[in-house]
């Protein structure tokens, strides 16, 4: 599909979903939704497309004995162990018993732990941001240094002062720092957006 | 000495383990609390549950993830079974894959702690994130075999059957998109939340603003939350055992000493540095 195509898809869908929020008419709410449809349908077909190709990305590896085999293997039975367990004649699917237990006893343990991991990754990576020497990364660590002390939880006047504290700093330095990011963000993914729309391009695009 | 620096460096991870193991099996101190003795959040919840209808019909948009589930997991089963206790029916959906498998085992949980299944339902997972939230306000699609009353209430009406909105939110999909893509589309309708600390920012605004009825955001809102509970016989569907401090603090006490040591080094190496072109 050409660029214009593309960017003309854009405005009109993007102008209907504005207009069936904005006007109450049944028939532009039918249109709206037949589009909301069809990214609801693209979405569910991306997302299985994406699970397929990983498995056929890790098939292929050990196929060809390249990258990491044992990887590659965990990948390839964890997909086909929720397969089974979801799909084989008599499942219950999501539902099922083997699947809830596939869920519960390792893929949320497992994915808790991975993030446990953090843990241990983000001091070093602080410390080495030390080692860098540069300011950002000294104000970083000790922006968490506070910030891990204010979060310590005892009880008592103390614990009380600490968590107001904590609250405090959380709502207003670091939200508003965040919340100028995120705003930040939205501003240029907007400026970005009207510009493909418009079809305005920079000198290097 | 640079090799010892190096095993100990190595042997890190795991005696960070043991030595949240031995904290873990320590008994509780008294001097340890999650809880604040007055919690905004907290109050705000509470009032907004003691407002709803009788029997309130609650949409839950379950998409925590996996990694950051532990840390809200006590609160939502809490509010999980506040809702029952307050013969409140819910309605799971999700729209994230890692919400769906939560929502699935969180549901197959309600059902082992024998909680009423004429209260539960389960919209199952829609795809497309922020299209299948417009879709929501459309209409809701019940699986066809769920012939209950709550299942064809919810599809006779859609959203507009819906007295509140709960949503327990991850870093993939959180209250933000609820507000943007649902709230505009329905009337009135409170929406509250409950989400790991890191979406504190993006969500605080809306509190402020009054698009979020209420939240519980933080570790401290939700312990404030559940240690006002009175659940009665549903006490059973809560975590047995509250999150237990002392590994906490010994987390929270190693992370500090990791960064004031680095911190003081590079301080001290500065210093140094400054000190000797001084001289120079």
Do not use: C, K
Request: charged share 15%; net charge negative.
């Amino acid at each position: 599909m050409s660029r214009p195509t593309i960017t003309a898809l854009v405005v009109i869908i993007g102008l209907l979903l504005l207009a069936d929020m904005l006007v109450v008419n049944a028939a532009l709410g039918q249109v709206a939704a037949v589009a909301v449809d069809a990214a609801i349908l693209v979405a569910a077909g991306a997302a299985l497309a994406g699970v397929g190709a990983l498995g056929a990305r890790r098939l292929n590896d050990l196929w060809r004995r390249r990258g990491d085999p044992v990887g590659a293997v965990m990948v390839v039975v964890g997909m086909a162990a929720m397969v089974i367990a979801g799909l084989r004649p008599g499942s219950t699917g999501t539902t099922d018993p083997a699947v809830q237990w596939l869920l519960a006893a390792l893929l949320i343990p497992i994915g808790a732990t991975l993030f446990g991991l953090l843990f241990v990754t983000t001091l070093g990576a602080a410390r080495r941001s030390l080692a860098t020497g540069s300011r950002e990364g000294t104000v970083l660590v000790a922006g968490a240094l506070v910030t891990s002390v204010l979060l310590v939880p005892l009880a008592g006047p103390v614990g009380d002062w600490l968590a107001d504290a904590a609250t405090w700093s959380l709502a207003f330095p670091i939200g508003s720092v965040l919340r100028g990011l995120l705003i930040g963000i939205a501003l240029l993914t907007a400026v970005y957006a009207a510009r493909v729309v418009l079809g305005i391009r920079g000198a290097d695009d | 000495m640079i090799e010892r620096v190096r095993g100990l460096s190595r042997a890190a991870p795991i005696l960070l383990i043991v030595a949240l193991a031995i904290a873990g099996q320590a008994p509780d101190v008294g001097w340890l609390r999650a809880a604040t003795t007055d919690s905004e959040g907290a109050e705000r919840m509470t009032s907004v549950l003691d407002a709803l209808a009788d029997e309130p019909l609650v949409l839950i948009g379950f998409d925590p993830d996996v990694g950051t589930y532990a840390e809200i997991r006590p609160t939502v089963r809490a509010l999980l079974a506040d809702l029952l206790a307050r013969d409140g029916r819910l309605a799971f959906v999700s729209l994230t894959a890692e919400g769906r498998a939560l929502a699935s085992a969180e549901i197959a949980r309600l059902g082992r702690g024998e909680a009423n299944p004429t209260r539960l339902l389960d919209l199952g997972f829609i795809p497309g994130a922020e299209a299948g939230l417009v879709a929501l306000t459309g209409d809701i699609r019940v699986d066809e075999g769920d012939d209950g009353v709550l299942a064809r209430e919810v599809e006779g009406a859609g959203i507009a059957a819906v007295d509140a909105i709960l949503v327990i939110g991850g870093i993939d999909l959180g209250p933000r998109s609820w507000v943007e893509q649902v709230i505009p589309r329905i009337t009135e309708v409170p929406l509250l939340a409950v989400t790991p600390t890191v979406l504190l920012p993006e969500v605080q605004p809306y509190l402020v603003g009054g698009q979020l009825a209420a939240g519980l955001i933080t570790p401290r809102d939700g312990a404030a939350y559940r240690q006002v509970l009175e659940l009665g016989n549903l006490e059973r569907l809560v975590e047995p055992i509250e999150p237990r401090q002392l590994p906490i603090l010994v987390g929270m006490l190693i992370a500090v000493a990791v960064l004031g040591q680095a911190l003081a080094s590079r301080t001290l190496a500065h210093v140094r540095s400054a000190g000797s072109r001084s001289v120079g």
